[in-house]
């Protein structure tokens, strides 16, 4: 079993920056690939972005390219979600999820953090 715990949400305004924390937990944890996903009221949850664990490759919605960056630290087990010019349209509860096999879906989620931004 896995664990996630996200953290570092909190209301900006347009053109700030907040930085999403995801820590994962669990006993022998080990992942294909960490990845971020939002969910804006009134709309289904969709993907930012992925970072797979062992060669850091990553993967971004066309919506946050240049404005977002995914990083990880495997010894803390914790991917990053560095969020800078964040726009209106980036609010939304953001979550972290874990793929364990490449071939399979994401299967652990955290609890959301909500990124609030003001215009």
């Known amino acids: 079993q896995v664990q996630l715990v996200e953290s570092g949400g909190g209301l900006v305004q347009a053109g700030g920056s907040l930085r999403l924390s995801c820590e994962a937990s669990?006993?022998?944890?080990?992942?294909?690939?960490m990845g971020w996903f939002r969910q804006a009221p009134g709309k289904e949850r969709g993907f930012v972005a992925s970072?797979?664990?062992?060669?850091?490759?990553?993967s971004y919605a066309d919506s946050v390219k240049g404005r977002f960056t995914i990083s990880r630290d495997n010894a803390k087990n914790t991917v990053y979600l560095q969020m800078n010019n964040l726009k209106p349209e980036d609010t939304a509860l953001y979550y972290c999820?874990?793929?364990?096999?490449?071939?399979?879906?994401?299967?652990?989620w955290g609890q959301g953090t909500q990124v609030t931004v003001s215009s």
């Open positions: 669990g006993r022998s944890f080990n992942a294909y690939a």
């Open positions: 970072i797979t664990w062992s060669s850091g490759s990553t």
């Open positions: 999820a874990v793929k364990i096999l490449a071939w399979k879906e994401y299967g652990y």
